[in-house]
């Protein structure tokens, strides 16, 4: 049985003090009532809050992820972030591809493809999101966008480096709107992203990938869009941010 994950993304919230106050607590709720069999959870946190977070996290309870890396491996980029910095403060996954990257810092499918490879290269596993905005979902073309938006960025990559990917459909109308996405509506993209993988690597490697979703989720609607077949788990923002609201997220299966 594929895994389930449920992953928070802190975006930028709390400064270092707040956020390590944050994982502990999250750590002790998981020490009283543990994560399902099968559920794996991660924190997506500010590079500021690594280090200190790594330190109060056991990251066989929690897994430690970023939110962004560089496209580059190395060099004269100021003010940049590479995967093998991540790797030796101790991350295990990154986002790739968040909504929020591509829209306000301009992130095309080529360089979304190069951040890919480079959080591979680093043995991290990359957490690639996708998914459409409004204007493309009233126009019905969604599937069109996700399917390129697959095809441009990690469709290139060997069987065994995709296999370590996981997916987050995040259709953009639903982030931080409190417009979630009918759980027939995220089933439907669900199926089809693992249809399309498929074609791509075979019914095997399909079936093995998890694909969670992503926006405006929270404890009263997880269980719901959770009860989905091809529904692995979620990519939580807002609602990461409280640790007894986050931690019943994990207990929506
Ligand atoms: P949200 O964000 O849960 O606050 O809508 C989800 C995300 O952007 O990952």
Redesign the pocket.
Known sequence: MRKRIVAG?W?MNTDVTAGTQLAAELMTLLAEKPAPDNVGVAIAVPFTHITEVARCIDQKVICLAAQNCSSESAGAYTGEVSATMLKSASVMAVLVG???RRSYFHEDHPTLARKVDQVLANGMRPVF?FGEVLEEREGGIQNRIVEAQLMESVFHLSETDFSKLIL?Y?PVW????GKVASPEQAQEMHKYVRDLIAGRYGAAVADGTTILY????KSSNAVEIFSKPDVDGG?????SLDAPEFHRIIHSF
Do not use: P, Y
Not at 214 to 217: I, L, N, P, Q
């Open positions: 993304n975006k968040h909504s929020e999101c987050a995040e639903a982030i931080g709107t992503g926006g405006s989720c990519l939580i923002g807002g609602a």
